[in-house]
């Protein structure tokens, strides 16, 4: 059974920084896509950030430069370090996980996932000005 764990979300100030992380059991990290979206309260769900098995990454145009999105396979976890955050970034993430087979269904900045059939529960960020 897949299960993914988020951590580390909190409130901080505008221009401060926050580190989520999302523990994985039953699904090896390094081997799959994964990916961390976020929904804004009263906004649609948007992805954030996305690494496929290769390490490559591809983030939101609002998120580029600012976060970074990364894998530990020894811990089996993966990671958002969210920098110069604003307050627009407030609202809940989550980590999901693509599905272990079938085709890719979304290329973008060369990393291609398939749908994301794993998610966590969500935490809460929350950047104040």
């Known amino acids: 059974q897949v299960q993914l764990v988020e951590s580390g979300g909190g409130s901080v100030q505008a221009g401060g920084s926050l580190k989520l992380s999302c523990a994985a059991s039953?699904?090896?990290?390094?081997?799959?896509?994964m990916a961390w979206f976020r929904q804004a309260p009263g906004k649609e769900r948007e992805g954030v950030a996305r690494i496929d098995s290769d390490d490559n990454t591809d983030y939101a145009y609002s998120v580029k430069g600012r976060f970074t999105v990364s894998k530990d396979a020894a811990e089996n976890t993966l990671y958002l370090q969210m920098n110069s955050l604003k307050p627009e970034d407030t609202g809940m993430y989550y980590c999901?996980?693509?599905?272990?087979?079938?085709?890719?269904?979304?290329?973008?900045?060369?990393?291609?996932?398939?749908?994301?059939?794993?998610w966590g529960q969500g935490i809460l960020v929350t950047v104040s000005s």
């Open positions: 999901a996980a693509e599905a272990l087979t079938g085709d890719h269904a979304y290329c973008a900045g060369g990393v291609c996932c398939r749908l994301f059939e794993f």
């Open positions: 039953g699904y090896p990290v390094s081997t799959y896509c």
